[in-house]
Every structure is written in C-alpha cells, then in structure tokens.
C-alpha cells in the first residue's frame, strides 16, 4: 500500500519526500481502518475533479482524501497520532523491508498509476477498488518473491 499511494500521490504533484510521507501514512492509515474506523461516504465526481488538491491548517486533500499534516523545517509531512511519516521513517518501515529490490518496486508502482486517468488516482475508493485491491495480493507475491531471491544471491 505504502509504495502505490507514494507513487499516487508522486504522479499527482507531491514532492518525492510529501510522496513517502503520503504513502506511509495512508498505509498506516489503512491498517488501523482494518481495526474498526467508520466508514466515510465518498464525494461526488463533480467535487473531487473541482478541488483536486485543497490545503486547509492542519489538514491536506489529495482529491477527496484527507490526512493531517504538519510541517517541519521548510517541509511539510503527513502525521497520525502526533508522529510525523518522514522520508527516514518512509526509509526504515518500507524501503528496508523492500532492500535492494525497492527501485523496482518503485518503477514498477509508477508504471501502474500512469496507466490510470487523474479522476481514478483522486478518489480514494476508487483507488482503492479499482488500483490497489485488484494488484495487492499479486504485487505483496511478486515483491516477497524478488527480495527473497535477492537475499539468496
């Protein structure tokens, strides 16, 4: 989750580091939405493609998804809870994990958001539904499978 929605939100204009701390708090979000957050109604087409990206105070749309956000120094990062999802923790919790096969893991996510158009990356269930859900299984396959070899080698 965390690499497609850092390649999602790369592909809709975040800097590389706002993209890390995007997918790292959307996956970190999503985990805990597994435990028992309450559904949202999602917004209208019309509404997502009228305000694309919207930054208010503390909060950050990226179409009609939100995240808190906070910045630190000249940057501004993405946060649940009080903590902040930098690159470094982007660093420590996904690319290590990936290890030397993160690059094409990275590639291989831009590939698939650019085969998708803008109204289909802004909406968050559609995203979801229509991205994610349908690669998720086949890629965490895929992934474990390409960074066991290269562990092997």
């Known amino acids: 989750m965390a690499i497609l929605q850092a390649a999602r939100a790369s592909e809709l204009g975040l800097s590389i580091a706002q993209a890390k701390s995007w997918g790292l708090n959307r996956a970190i979000f999503y985990a805990a939405a597994k435990k028992g957050f309450k559904k949202i109604p999602p917004r209208s087409?019309?509404?997502?493609?009228?305000?694309?990206?919207?930054?208010?105070?503390?909060?950050?749309?990226?179409?009609?998804?939100?995240?808190?956000?906070?910045?630190?120094?000249?940057?501004?990062?993405?946060?649940?809870?009080g903590k902040l999802q930098t690159e470094s923790e982007f660093e420590k919790q996904i690319v290590r994990r990936f290890g030397s096969i993160f690059k094409d893991a990275w590639e291989e996510s831009l590939k698939i958001i650019q085969e998708y158009p803008k109204d289909v990356l802004l909406s968050q269930n559609r995203f979801f539904q229509q991205v994610y859900r349908p690669r998720r299984d086949e890629l965490a396959s895929k992934w474990s499978e390409m960074s066991e070899l290269q562990q092997n080698v």
Do not use: C, H
């Not at 019309?46 to 105070?57: A, L, R, T």
């Open 45 to 81: 087409r019309e509404e997502i493609s009228s305000k694309p990206v919207e930054k208010k105070k503390d909060r950050y749309f990226l179409g009609n998804e939100m995240a808190y956000a906070a910045k630190k120094g000249n940057r501004t990062y993405f946060m649940i809870g």
